[in-house]
């Protein structure tokens, strides 16, 4: 599966190495080393996967996200970043990134991202966006503890507060609230945002996660109703209904 990738990327020996690996899977590179040049790339050559550095200089990673983007650009962009913060991730992602990895990474992993994001948006035929009318998960409410998933309105909310949530993390929330305290594996919740989420890695389930537990979290950071089953994927749960087994 060859392509026409640039790389964006100030660290001459990084980008290289980067170059090298993908070269190598048959792919053609193109590397440029500031942000105002990767926009001229993409807009002169329309090349089908953009490898993003965010600090760069001239413009950043994510202003040439946001650029692209409101450009109406569909280039598929794997950021790079050493920024390893939850909030920093999800900016990326928020304006328009269809993946990422944190430095220090591997280059066969990196490769292997690609291959994926390429392969996924060609089965698709492109990015994928949310049909015109989406189909109905079910239409009577969902509750567990506290919290309530309305589909008919597509509506949540945490103890009667209202929960503004994207398609994508109503999709998670709606599927999960079926069956409250069993195991989801990221691949399974993955099938769930097919076609209604513009994000296409795996690694998009950890982010709607991390986004939906501050919305629906009392602590995010030390979640008792969205639960992390380690090695296999997230469970939806009753706090009060764990809380009260735990003093039986």
């Known amino acids: 599966m060859r392509a026409n990738i640039v790389i964006a990327e100030d660290d001459v020996k ?39 550095d965010v600090m760069m200089p001239r413009t950043d990673g994510l202003d ?69 009318t989406a189909p109905a998960v079910e239409d009577e409410a969902l509750s567990v503890g506290t919290l309530r998933i309305d589909p008919a309105r597509h509506e949540v909310s945490v103890a009667g507060t209202p929960v503004v949530c994207t398609p994508g993390e109503f999709r998670i929330l709606a599927a999960m609230a079926t069956e409250p305290d069993r195991v989801f594996t ?23 996660i991390m986004h939906l537990r501050k919305k629906i979290e009392h602590a995010p950071r030390r979640p008792a109703r969205l639960l992390t089953v380690f090695g296999v994927g997230y469970k939806l749960t009753d706090p009060a209904k764990n809380a009260r087994h735990a003093q039986t």
């Open 14 to 52: 990084q980008a290289e190495l980067v170059r090298r690996y993908l070269e190598h899977e048959g792919h053609t590179v193109t590397v440029v080393e500031d942000g105002r040049a990767a926009l001229d790339e993409v807009r002169r050559g329309e090349p089908d996967l953009l490898v993003l």
């Open 64 to 132: 040439v996200v946001r650029i692209l983007r409101a450009e109406g650009r569909e280039v598929l962009v794997l950021m790079l970043t050493a920024r390893s913060t939850e909030d920093d991730l999800l900016l990326g992602l928020d304006l328009g990134a269809d993946d990422y990895m944190t430095k220090p990474f591997s280059p066969r992993e990196l490769t292997a991202r690609v291959r994926t994001l390429l392969r996924r948006n060609r089965r698709s035929g492109g990015r994928a966006t949310a049909p015109a």
């Open 186 to 208: 990221r691949q399974r919740l993955l099938e769930e945002l097919h076609g209604f989420d513009k994000y296409i890695s795996d690694r998009t389930v950890d982010v709607h």
